[in-house]
């Protein structure tokens, strides 16, 4: 399965970006059995969920993303994004795009959000 992350870039303090990831091999009937996430890893830091939603919509974030980050997905395109707005410097970091079913996880190639202050 390949999941093909962009959207990142530089962006001042308080600015916005929206990441997109698609999955162009995966069987749509497969795409909307995955739960998608996005995580982030900064440098000198693990790797941490930011969002993720569910087959059903439901969505989970991250405490210190809440009421800046949104995330949704759209099955018939087999594309999930994540609206970033109010952005910090605490923010930069490489984003991460996931597909995941039980045990069963794929990953994109990760793209870089930087904020500077």
């Known amino acids: 399965v390949q999941l093909q992350a962009s959207g990142g870039g530089l962006v001042q303090a308080g600015g916005s970006l929206r990441l997109s990831c698609k999955a162009p091999?995966?069987?749509?009937?497969?795409?909307?059995?995955?739960?998608m996430g996005w995580y982030r890893q900064a440098p000198g830091k693990q790797r941490e969920l930011v969002a993720d939603i569910t087959p059903y919509r439901a969505t989970n974030y991250a405490d210190s993303v809440k009421g800046r980050f949104t995330i949704s997905r759209d099955n018939s395109k087999k594309t999930v994004s994540l609206q970033m707005n109010s952005l910090k410097p605490d923010d930069t970091a490489v984003y991460y795009c996931?597909?995941?079913?039980?045990?069963?996880?794929?990953w994109g190639q990760g793209t870089l959000v930087t904020v500077s202050s």
């Open positions: 996931s597909s995941k079913q039980g045990t069963t996880e794929y």
């Open positions: 091999r995966m069987i749509t009937s497969t795409f909307n059995s995955y739960v």
